[in-house]
């Protein structure tokens, strides 16, 4: 789909896919929980012996071993996570794609929704990216990694829509 867009261009039978950064966000957020893994590794490798005796060192091959595959997921995670991201809002439904491993799909329909709110991490802070949290009842749906000026356009639709909507009703 083409990334410039708008909320009222789509029509029902299309998603939107996430922007580019997105994917450098999510890396940067992934390194810096791979450091903060890979030091808690080291300092008990070698500051906790009992570790690294243990029957022939297996808690430390397997811990090993377990880092090893947390950085492939790290790694490719990102991208798939990336390729597979898509959202749709039409005038009834907010709808959303994703998962790396385990798909999701979440679909909230408009009249369900409490509270639409804009939040944005460090990382996304930095980024110009920034989530929008679509709370219901039921949970916290989120659209996640958009630019900031197109997830205050999301906010300002929904709140269109669920004012829309409550006007209707009266």
């Known amino acids: 789909m083409n990334e410039g867009a708008t909320i009222e261009e789509e029509s029902t039978d299309n998603y939107r896919r996430l922007n580019k950064k997105c994917v450098l966000s ?5 390194g810096i ?4 893994l ?5 300092f008990l490798l070698f500051f906790v012996p009992a570790l690294r005796e243990s ?4 808690v430390t091959i397997l811990a090993a071993a377990g880092m090893v595959l947390l950085l492939v997921y790290f790694v490719v995670g990102p991208r798939i996570y ?3 991201y898509r959202y749709m809002i039409t005038a009834d439904k907010v709808d959303v794609r994703y998962g790396i491993i385990i798909l999701r799909h979440i679909l909230v329909p408009i009249e369900r929704v409490h509270q639409v709110e804009v939040s944005r991490g460090p990382v996304n802070n930095m980024l110009g990216l920034a989530n929008v949290n679509i709370t219901t009842a039921g949970g916290v749906a989120t659209i996640s990694y958009l630019e900031v000026d197109e997830a205050e356009k999301i906010v300002e639709r929904l709140t269109e829509l669920i004012n829309s909507m409550l006007r209707d009703r009266e």
């Open 33 to 36: 929980v791979y450091a903060i």
């Open 26 to 30: 999510m890396y940067i957020t992934n």
């Open 82 to 84: 990336y390729d597979r």
């Open 38 to 42: 890979l030091a808690a590794f080291l």
């Open 55 to 58: 029957t022939f060192g297996i």
